[in-house]
């Protein structure tokens, strides 16, 4: 069984009829109880006290930019439903001349394997900037 736990964030009566009738065709049950915290592996405890166990949860985060030196620079910063995030150009350029950014902080979802590869890009970008001039 599918449970989509809405969080009390979204009202059954605001999605659309299609995708309602979607998540009815795959046997998707909606819950709309406010959840107050997770605890072990997946037990959920609900706001008016309700409880229950899951076997897998799936869950949506926020990543947020929490180093205020970041925000006092004047970075162009790209708010979306899962995360803040640096905007950069293709080569990890910000809106500001010589300042470069990568890695987590300029896209959303963590990744090893793109914070090296974006930490590559900056730092030929970096270097091309600072001896040829950028």
Same mark, same amino acid.
């Given at each position: @069984? ?9 009202? %059954? !009566?605001?999605? *659309? ?6 998540? &009815? ?40 930019? @929490? ?9 162009? %910063? !790209?708010?979306? *439903? ?6 950069? &150009? ?45």
């Amino acid at each position: @069984n599918t449970t989509l736990f809405l969080n009390a964030a979204v009202s %059954i !009566d605001t999605i *659309e009829p299609a995708i309602l009738e979607q998540l &009815n065709q795959r046997h998707v049950k909606l819950d709309t109880r406010k959840i107050a915290k997770i605890e072990n592996h997946c037990d959920l405890k609900f706001e008016n006290g309700d409880q229950t166990q899951l076997d897998g949860l799936f869950v949506s985060t926020f990543m947020r930019i @929490n180093s205020p030196w970041i925000r006092k620079l004047g970075l162009d %910063i !790209d708010r979306n *439903e899962y995360s803040e995030a640096i905007l950069t &150009n293709a080569t990890k350029q910000t809106n500001l001349k010589n300042i470069y950014a990568c890695g987590d902080i300029t896209r959303s979802g963590g990744s090893v394997a793109f914070s090296v590869a974006d930490g590559a890009m900056a730092g030929v970008a970096a270097h091309k900037s600072f001896v040829f001039g950028g």
